[in-house]
């Protein structure tokens, strides 16, 4: 059975309440969650096995999902090229005969 100080030290951040913990002996990579979607993008985004890893709530049980989001990482629209004609409008250069007279920078007091 774990201690309250063992809690403490597996949840040192209150606002991140789920903790997993994966990799090898020598390279165990530990992080903390605020919510269970930002667990679940992460686990998408790196493509990590429940079963690989070891994960923890502080209360013990899973949170319950307070929100919902707009998007999944996978819904994101593809940027647009930079590069298609279609889409680059040229300027047409004006010119303004006024401004194309010499003068004199400084004005005579």
Do not use: A, W
């Not at 990799?23 to 269970?36: L, M, R, W």
């Not at 990590?48 to 013990?60: A, F, Q, V």
């Amino acid at each position: 059975m774990k201690t309250s100080q063992d809690r403490v030290d597996l949840f040192p951040y209150e606002t991140f309440p789920i903790r997993i913990e994966f990799g090898e002996k020598k390279n165990i990579t530990i992080c903390h969650f605020q919510c269970q979607e930002h667990l679940d993008k992460y686990l998408e985004r790196y493509k990590l096995d429940k079963r690989t890893i070891k994960l923890d709530y502080r209360d013990g049980e899973p949170v319950v999902r307070s929100k919902k989001h707009k998007r999944s990482v996978e819904q994101k629209p593809e940027p647009k090229s930079k590069g298609s004609p279609g889409s680059i409008r040229k300027r047409k250069p004006r010119v303004d005969s006024t401004r194309n007279t010499t003068r004199n920078s400084k004005s005579k007091k």
